[in-house]
Nanobody
Framework: QLQLVESGGGLVQPGGSLRLSCAAS?????????IGWFRQAPGKEREGVSC????????KYADSVQGRFFVSMDSAKNAMYLHMNSLKPEDTAIYYC???????????????????WGQGTQVTVSS
């Protein structure tokens, strides 16, 4: 059974940092997979935050987090991470990790339809 489990969410002050982790089980996260991080704030649609394309390892970020967030994957630990810096109140949301076995991905990893999702972890940015 393919499973993703997020951790690392919490309450942080504006300007602070958090690192979200996503542990995979039932499969091996390697460059055969495209991975993504999404978030959903109350009353808003889910939005793509960042992703790593399978094969190339190229990364993509939403404009709202560009320069503040950094995505990474560690195949040895079978996990992916979202490093979030300079957090703002508008970053408050439930964050989800996702994965899809794509091989070499030619299209956009942000708009991809993923088939494996974590349960989500709450991030609250507030003073």
């Amino acid at each position: 059974q393919l499973q993703l489990v997020e951790s690392g969410g919490g309450l942080v002050q504006p300007g602070g940092s958090l690192r979200l982790s996503c542990a995979a089980s039932g499969f091996t996260l390697d460059d055969d997979y495209t991975i993504g991080w999404f978030r959903q704030a109350p009353g808003k649609e889910r939005e793509g935050v960042s992703c790593i394309s399978g094969g190339s390892g190229s990364t993509k970020y939403a404009d709202s987090v560009q320069g503040r967030f950094f995505v990474s994957m560690d195949s040895a630990k079978n996990a992916m991470y979202l490093h979030m810096n300079s957090l703002k109140p508008e970053d408050t949301a439930i964050y989800y990790c996702s994965a899809l076995r794509t091989g070499v991905l030619l299209g956009s990893c942000i708009t991809l339809t993923y088939d494996t999702w974590g349960q989500g972890t709450q991030v609250t940015v507030s003073s």
